[in-house]
């Protein structure tokens, strides 16, 4: 059974850092392309950043670039995402999403909220 497990999310005020962890199992990790979304209240669902198999390629989206920065560890089965300088609207349920071409998983999704 696939299980992804995010934590490290929480309340911060604006200008501050947090680090999301999101732990998998049930899957051969260093097979899957790792990435974050986010989701506001009222709001689809966003793609935030993302992480090649090897880590060897990350990607961003334009309102987090400079900000956040995506990262694994395939020993640990574990992919991070550092944000710093947070803003009010990175409010969100951040989930992580393990891809292969055959192969779609999430995970509950864990809380960021900046306060001003």
């Known amino acids: 059974q696939v299980q992804l497990v995010e934590s490290g999310g929480g309340l911060v005020q604006a200008g501050g850092s947090l680090r999301l962890s999101c732990a998998a199992s049930?899957?051969?990790?260093?097979?899957?392309?790792m990435a974050w979304f986010r989701q506001a209240p009222g709001k689809e669902r966003e793609f935030v950043a993302a992480?090649?198999?090897?880590?060897?390629?990350?990607y961003y989206a334009d309102s987090v670039k400079g900000r956040f920065t995506i990262s694994r560890d395939n020993a640990k089965n574990t992919v991070y995402l550092q944000m710093n300088a947070l803003k009010p609207e990175d409010t969100a349920i951040y989930s992580c999403?393990?891809?292969?071409?055959?192969?779609?998983?999430w995970g509950q999704g864990t809380q960021v909220t900046v306060s001003s």
């Open positions: 049930g899957l051969t990790f260093s097979n899957y392309h």
């Open positions: 992480i090649s198999w090897s880590g060897g390629s990350t």
């Open positions: 999403n393990a891809r292969t071409i055959l192969r779609n998983y």
